[in-house]
């Protein structure tokens, strides 16, 4: 009886470090896929000029976002 306590305590001890384990692998996981995911929505948000207007209205907008940033801080 004392032998069959003893090896449930000892599966209990590994399934609850197994279980440890297996939170921070998912935890990993997920905080790659989330920089993973930022880093593609980051990739369609860039929009290429096809013509000077285009051109001078993209580089106003810079200009106007940098600005905004300086003027924040």
Request: no cysteine.
């Amino acid at each position: 009886m004392n032998k069959n306590i003893e090896s449930i305590k000892l599966s209990i001890t590994k399934f609850y470090d197994d279980s440890k384990k297996e939170k921070a692998n998912i935890s990993d996981s997920i905080e790659m896929f989330w920089i993973n995911a930022d880093i593609q929505r980051r990739k369609t948000e860039v929009i290429t000029p096809e013509s000077a207007k285009d051109n001078i209205t993209r580089i106003r907008q810079l200009l106007a976002a940098a600005w905004a940033e300086d003027y924040n801080e």
